[in-house]
């Protein structure tokens, strides 16, 4: 019993959704100055003083003037935990899910194009490549124990990590591909090229070898749609 109303049941407090929000402001605030006058010429006060904090108060949130960034990331990376938790909760298939990634009801919660500035600084600066990295390091760890919770497996399973890491490297490599290109409005959006990544590891395991492990489960089941889940003899991945 914890006393809490069930109205409330997994909403964050006020203190935190503030907090969190203080964040982001802060994340979009870095990238920003960080497109405008670069890394190496933008200080953690600059910073602050754009986000309206003080300089205690960023401190207190972020190692470093790039860790600045963190909130973007995660951000997207929890938006695509969700998307997979609702793919084993039979919402659709996972593919379908992360295509609609940035969809006009989505967009307000990751902006895109910060986004996109961040994942292109990251080629060139260090210091955000390797938030950047760490960043999908340990989203690793929190895609394995989705998968293993939907899976009924542990998420300490060797495949399990092993599923969990491609479908990480796969969103990785989808969304630095993406930012890269050149911005047309006929181009691929970001959950496009998410969807598209998916399917391209998926079909990399379709004459793969028998699954008696699980080790492609995920990754054969990810593009597809729930009805198709409840046939163990349908192991297939279907466009």
């Known amino acids: 019993m914890t006393g809490r109303p069930e109205g409330r049941a997994g909403r964050p407090p006020l203190t935190e959704r503030r907090r969190n929000a203080t964040r982001m402001e802060i994340a979009d605030e870095a990238v920003r100055l960080f497109v405008v006058q670069g890394v190496a010429a933008t200080t953690a006060e600059d910073i602050a003083s754009a986000a309206g904090v003080s300089t205690r108060t960023l401190w207190r949130y972020f190692r470093s003037k790039e860790e600045c960034v963190r909130p973007l990331l995660a951000a997207g990376i929890e938006m695509a935990t969700e998307r997979l938790r609702a793919y084993w909760r039979g919402d659709g298939s996972f593919a379908h899910a992360i295509s609609g990634f940035d969809d006009p009801g989505t967009v307000a919660a ?26 999908h390091f340990d989203a690793e760890e929190v895609f394995a124990g989705v998968i293993a ?41 970001l959950g496009e090229a998410l969807a598209a990544a998916l399917l391209l590891v998926a079909r990399l395991f379709e004459t793969g070898a028998a699954d008696a492990s699980g080790a492609t489960r995920l990754l054969r089941l990810s593009v597809i749609g729930p009805a198709a889940r409840d046939d163990p003899s349908d192991r297939r991945v279907t466009d």
């Not at 060139?124 to 950047?132: I, K, Y």
């Open 110 to 135: 990751q902006p895109i194009e910060a986004l996109r500035d961040l994942v292109r600084l990251s080629r060139d600066e260090p210091g955000l490549r390797a938030v950047w990295l760490e960043a």
């Open 149 to 189: 919770e939907g899976t009924g497996r542990s998420a300490r399973d060797l495949a399990v990590r092993v599923e969990a890491g491609m479908l990480n490297a796969a969103l990785r490599v989808a969304v630095e591909d993406w930012a890269v290109q050149p911005v047309e409005p006929e181009g691929p959006s």
